[in-house]
T-cell receptor, first 112, second 115 residues
Framework: SQQGEEDPQALSIQEGENATMNCSYK?????LQWYRQNSGRGLVHLIL?????REKHSGRLRVTLDTSKKSSSLLITASRAADTASYFC????????????FGTGTRLQVFP | GAGVSQSPRYKVAKRGQDVALRCDPI?????LFWYQQALGQGPEFLTY????????KSGLPSDRFFAERPEGSVSTLKIQRTQQEDSAVYLC?????????????FGNGTRLTVT
């Protein structure tokens, strides 16, 4: 079963606009990670945020984490057509488990 | 190698056949994970190795699924007597350290189609 639910399921925007994706999860976590997947390819790691962190930046990416609400958001600023992909959040539960549990994903389409 | 390598890239099997999927992780990576991804869904955990030890196999759907990593590097996922519901992309990932405390590096997957 999948721990994370992402919202929206699909998002279409124009180049230059910002894209925001949200992730909710069920159990307490050690860390939360965001991955990107281009069609027919494997997943590529974007950013990792630990449970004691609230915000993290990497280039055009900004991730927030609210452990009280069990939610995270990924913001991509100044989007490009090359950002078109599926984006997944993944959580490592804080209990002694090795499973990184993925959400259902957001399919982002950026139009030139 | 530069990244995680999986072979074959595509596999078509008749129902009832056995298949073996190979994963070459990044050299030196301790952890190796197998995931199953159905069309339009997120990856679902199958099993996890730390070096040659299989520490968690709770995600394997049935006893037809078997994974091994005998020397702590290359891993093979074997599916016996394949069924149509086994059709999916099988993803392998490796990580530098134990658990998923560090980012996972994924291969491009093996797309299995059972006819």
């Amino acid at each position: 079963s999948q721990q994370g639910e992402e919202d929206p399921q699909a998002l279409s925007i124009q180049e230059g606009e910002n894209a925001t994706m949200n992730c909710s999860y069920k159990t307490s976590i050690n860390n939360l990670q965001w991955y990107r997947q281009n069609s027919g390819r494997g997943l590529v790691h974007l950013i990792l945020i630990r449970s004691n962190e609230r915000e993290k930046h990497s280039g055009r990416l900004r991730v927030t984490l609210d452990t009280s609400k069990k939610s995270s958001s990924l913001l991509i600023t100044a989007s490009r057509a090359a950002d078109t992909a599926s984006y997944f959040c993944a959580t490592l539960p804080s209990v002694n488990t090795d499973k990184l549990i993925f959400g259902t994903g957001t399919r982002l389409q950026v139009f030139p | 190698g530069a990244g995680v390598s999986q072979s074959p890239r595509y596999k078509v099997a008749k129902r009832g056949q056995d298949v073996a999927l190979r994963c070459d992780p990044i050299s030196g990576h301790v952890s190796l994970f197998w995931y199953q991804q159905a069309l339009g869904q997120g990856p679902e955990f199958l099993t996890y190795f730390q070096n040659e030890a299989q520490l968690d196999k709770s995600g394997l759907p049935s006893d037809r699924f078997f994974a091994e990593r005998p020397e702590g590097s290359v891993s093979t996922l074997k599916i016996q007597r394949t069924q149509q519901e086994d059709s999916a992309v099988y993803l392998c990932a490796s990580s530098f350290r134990d658990r998923a405390l560090w980012p996972l590096h994924f291969g491009n997957g093996t797309r299995l189609t059972v006819t």
